[in-house]
């Protein structure tokens, strides 16, 4: 059994207010990428990331020596490798 804690109203609604806001915070940070796919397609760049691992010799964009690769070519290669990092682990 885990301990009794003994809280103030005051502390227990300062307490939900954190876990809440906590919360909010989390569901932001999930749908951003929502935001970046519909830029990628506005911008007609899908896919280009991919393409270009599969290029260089890699396991397309998922590819953890294909961002390796890109971050050590930088500039835009650099940001597409970030972002595909970001997308390839928020699909697990």
């Known amino acids: ?16 207010e954190k876990v809440v806001e906590e919360q ?6 999930k ?6 796919g519909k830029d990628i397609e506005k911008r ?7 393409e270009w691992c599969d290029k260089g010799g890699y396991d397309g964009g998922c590819d953890p020596k294909c961002w390796s690769a890109a971050k050590k070519e930088g500039g835009v290669w650099s ?3 970030g972002l595909a990092k970001a997308f390839c682990k928020s699909r697990k």
């Open 1 to 16: 059994m885990g301990r009794k804690i003994i809280l103030k109203e005051s502390e227990l609604i300062s307490l939900i």
């Open 44 to 50: 007609g760049t899908e896919g280009v990331f991919h």
């Open 79 to 81: 940001k597409r490798a």
């Open 31 to 36: 749908d951003w990428m929502g935001g970046v």
């Open 24 to 29: 909010s915070r989390l569901n932001e940070d």
